[in-house]
């Protein structure tokens, strides 16, 4: 069995949203391999410019082959 650290994962998740992301990032790990790595930003009540913003530098760093999930509300 292959057991990589997280600096050696070797896609990246980053998952931002409002309320309705709360919770989300465990499971969503628990559901992937030992490949990926999820990172997350939850911050309740906020707009989708709010949430790309929050995470505009981890956005930066990630490359061709990561991931961005951008969950909202209906604002």
Do not use: Y
């Not at 030992?34 to 760093?61: H, Q, W």
């Amino acid at each position: 069995m292959n057991n990589l650290s997280s600096s050696e994962s070797s896609h990246k998740v980053l998952l931002i949203g409002d309320s309705h992301a709360r919770n989300c990032a465990n499971p969503l790990q628990d559901n992937l391999n030992v490949d990926f790595k999820v990172i997350s930003f939850v911050k309740p009540g906020a707009n989708m410019k709010e949430l790309v913003n929050t995470g505009i530098n981890e956005i930066k760093a990630l490359h061709s082959d990561d991931l961005v999930v951008v969950l909202g509300g209906g604002k």
